[in-house]
């Protein structure tokens, strides 16, 4: 039996302009897409801190900045997307897509998990836009994987099949991360949980770098007085022993939770590093433990050696993803249904 799929090409198409904006924990960035095929036109990267809704920033930054006027609203948002509104899981915007169609006057607005949105742009970042950190070829057609530490973890997975590419987004960045070597048992009584469990996002986002720290300072008879990752930024700097051995973990840690996602998905297309706080220590990734950490997985260590591993130097992959989507909507297949939104409210 044929049964009938409904691809994204097969929605009604998007009004143009195209408003893209991809909204972390810490920043919002944004771009303009005059037309299909079109160049982006892009606009400085903000703190949501500074505004009080998205409304507002997008006001400030975009449309008082410009003449033109957008029609359709791609939104990436790093916060589940339930019923008539979003709350970002690591800020205090709260955005409701119908009340944005009115008030910016828009057609449409489509709702993204935030790596859903970097997931997009996989097949289509360039050479110059990542850095690959071992591991063999990427086959193009196998399942790719992205997970990014920032304010938070994000972690999303892309699929091929049909002829288009199926992002699927979660909360993977909220699984549980355990200890391993001698050294995590001696630290791990240390780490501070949250809501009684370690997570990946736990230890692998800003405040988890300052949470790494502060436990092997405890474990050691140390000053823990890191209270955030620019901390330990800033302890690197000094010379500090303890952020050196903070940093490695880090990496170590952020190694077997990609090879673990990667031995879900078996993803010979790769796993790809995004996020805000890998490219701050790109220059220490090669060298770190990381990668032995991402083979480490008998019986299939074989198969994970020649899994590659790419980090994300493109500065906003969500916006470049979620502009391919509006570009060439018939090369992927999305379940819109509950998040594209109109003046009047949900219309999928």
């Given amino acids: 039996m044929n049964i009938p799929r409904r691809r994204s090409g097969d929605i009604r198409p998007l009004s143009f302009p195209v408003l893209i904006a991809d909204i972390g924990g810490t920043n919002a960035r944004m ?6 095929h079109a160049p982006l036109r892009d606009f400085p990267t903000i703190r949501t801190s500074d505004f009080p809704d998205f409304a507002t920033a997008a006001e400030a930054t975009v449309l008082d900045a410009t003449s033109i006027m957008p029609r359709s609203l791609l ?19 709260d955005v409701h897509p119908i009340a944005l169609c009115q008030r910016l006057n828009l057609d449409t607005v489509i709702a993204f998990n ?9 097949p289509y970042l360039r050479d110059d836009q990542i850095q690959q950190v071992g591991g063999g070829e ?39 991360i ?16 949250f809501h009684g469990r370690i997570t990946g996002e736990t230890l692998l986002s800003g405040r988890g770098l300052a949470r ?53 998905a078996l993803a010979k297309g790769g796993v790809y590093l995004g996020g ?13 433990s990381f990668r032995a950490a991402f083979e480490a997985k008998a019986p299939h260590s074989d198969i994970m050696r020649e899994i590659p591993t790419f980090l994300i130097t493109e500065p906003k992959p969500a916006v470049a993803g979620m502009a391919s989507f509006a570009t060439l909507p018939e090369r992927f297949a999305l379940d819109l ?12």
């Fill in 31 to 36: 771009a303009v897409l005059p037309e299909a």
């Fill in 75 to 93: 939104i990436a948002l790093a916060g589940p997307i339930t019923g008539d509104h979003v709350k970002l899981t690591n800020a205090e915007w």
């Fill in 114 to 122: 935030d790596f859903e949105a970097l997931a997009l742009s996989l």
């Fill in 138 to 176: 990427s086959l193009p057609r196998s399942p790719r994987v992205v997970i990014g530490p920032g304010t938070g973890l994000g972690v999303a997975a892309l699929v091929y099949g049909d002829k288009c590419y199926t992002p699927l987004a979660g909360e993977g960045g909220h699984i549980s």
């Fill in 178 to 193: 355990g200890p391993e070597s001698d050294r995590d048992f001696a630290i791990w009584p240390n780490l501070e949980r």
């Fill in 212 to 264: 790494i720290y502060r436990a092997i300072a405890r474990t050691d008879g140390k000053d823990p007085w890191c209270t955030q990752g620019s901390d330990v930024n800033e302890a690197l700097v000094m010379g500090d022993v303890v952020a050196e051995e903070a940093v490695d973990l880090f990496f170590t840690y952020l190694g077997r939770m990609a090879g673990d996602l990667a031995l879900i």
């Fill in 276 to 288: 805000g706080i890998v490219p701050r220590f790109a220059d220490r990734l090669a060298a770190s």
């Fill in 337 to 348: 249904s509950g998040r594209r939104f109109g003046p009047e409210g949900l219309e999928g």
